[in-house]
């Protein structure tokens, strides 16, 4: 069991290091080296919506470390692993949020270079965190449902 949990911790930090990286280096040079400065009043808003964007990112994959843990330590049926799943679904929520705001500006961009597949490219992220946020909801509502299951029988015991 530890080592399935062990995987999963490994996995995590992976998926938070290129996005730790991508904002080091990644989104600041595309700040400061923008090709044409008419980009520049749509870019700005871009970069800094998925700047704001990191912070509910590293909250969920806090969280989901947060619930490995609670798995390791047997704890994965009670009521903090299905706070830890409500709070990676309100992460994916915002960030689904910050990304639909993001769009018009991406939009904009696409208009201007002529690039219409850019918009497809830029809903992705919508997509992607609202599969998340409704796969928590799910999984956090069958825990819950667990949970109840499991203090009932206790109680009849």
Sequence with gaps: MRGSTLLLKIAVVIIGT????LCIYGFYMLSNNTLNPDYAFMLYPI?????????????????AFK????IDN???????SVNA???????????????????PFVY???????AP?????????????????????????????AINIKTENDLTV
């Excluded at 290129?18 to 990286?21: C, F, G, I, Q, W």
């Excluded at 929520?93 to 639909?100: C, E, G, H, M």
């Design 85 to 103: 799943l409500k709070n990676i679904k309100y992460c994916a929520i915002t960030i689904s949020s910050l990304y639909v705001v993001i769009l």
């Design 47 to 63: 970069l800094m919506g998925m700047y704001i964007s990191v912070i509910p990112f590293y909250i969920a994959l806090y969280k």
């Design 74 to 80: 047997n704890k994965a049926f009670s009521q903090i």
């Design 18 to 21: 290129p996005v730790l990286a």
């Design 117 to 145: 597949g850019l918009i497809i490219i830029g809903m992705i992220p919508i997509f992607a965190s609202m599969v998340i946020a409704v796969f928590a909801a799910v999984l956090q509502k069958l825990l819950q449902e």
């Design 108 to 114: 904009l961009v696409a208009e201007k270079d002529d």
């Design 67 to 70: 619930l490995l843990n609670y």
